[in-house]
């Protein structure tokens, strides 16, 4: 070996550094996100999250523990006259449950967009330890990751909120897009989000697009419904699920 390829050789570790004694070569690439979302609801579907952040935005599944404290709940009222999916917080001598979602990072980690969106949630951070990756896609390991909770009357996150009722029922079209979300992580993960969610209601109003003939607008009308009437909780509701004029009709009798 001649010296002045010792000399090359020794200049490229004094170069590299520590690197060096590493497997690997390079570093890592900058400005990797510190903030992340675990979205359970509507957020688990990518056209959704795109529409708040304003181009694709990857996803990969995950679960939140019972220890956590939380179960998904119908438990949020949007001033557009519906009752949306939240967390409420379980009650003494409850147990929380499993939430299945996905985990996404936060584009410049701000949070704005989001926040927004979310009027009427608040971020609560989900410890590292109560939340499991289900594929082969990893979490992140550094970060907060954060979940949108409702906000009760008295301004705690999941306690004391309302149910659903004739002037905000469930939106057909709100829970193809939280469904659709579950299926592009395969049938059974859509079917654990319908099964692991409480508060399913008398008060559901079909207002999907064009919906006598639903698979003309939502290709994937007929899945959805298939899961519905497949998972105990919605299953029983959804022969109550009416279309606008009958949904209109039939409370107003009730007096509702």
Do not use: C
Request: proline letters at 7%; hydrophobic letters at 40%; glycine letters at 10%.
């Amino acid at each position: 070996m001649n010296r002045r390829y010792l000399l090359a050789l020794s200049a490229f570790a004094l170069l590299v550094g520590p690197a060096a004694a590493k497997d690997w070569w390079g570093e890592k690439l900058p400005d990797r996100p510190t903030q992340f979302i675990f979205g359970y609801g509507s957020l688990m579907n990518s056209e959704s999250r795109a529409a708040t952040a304003g181009q694709h935005v990857s996803a990969i599944p995950a679960r939140v523990s019972a220890s956590f404290g939380y179960a998904r709940a119908w438990n949020i009222r949007s001033p557009s006259g519906f009752t949306a999916l939240g967390l409420r917080k379980a009650g003494a001598g409850e147990k929380g449950s499993t939430i299945n979602g996905v985990v996404y990072a936060v584009d410049g980690d701000d949070m704005a967009k989001y926040d927004a969106r979310e009027a009427g949630y608040v971020r609560v951070e989900v410890p590292h330890d109560a939340i499991e990756a289900v594929s082969w896609q990893r979490l992140p390991e550094a970060g907060k990751v954060w979940v949108y909770v409702p906000v009760g009357p008295d301004g705690q996150p999941g306690v004391g909120l309302p149910q659903p009722d004739a002037e905000h029922p469930l939106l057909e079209s709100y829970i193809d897009v939280v469904v659709e979300g579950g299926l592009e992580y395969g049938e059974a993960y859509a079917r654990e989000t319908l099964e692991t969610t409480d508060g399913w209601s008398d008060y559901w109003l079909n207002d999907r697009e064009l919906a006598r003939r639903p698979w003309v607008r939502n290709p994937e009308a007929a899945e959805v419904d298939k899961l519905l009437s497949a998972s105990p909780g919605p299953a029983e509701k959804l022969k109550l699920r009416l279309f606008a004029e009958p949904y209109a009709i039939h409370w107003a009798q009730k007096g509702q």
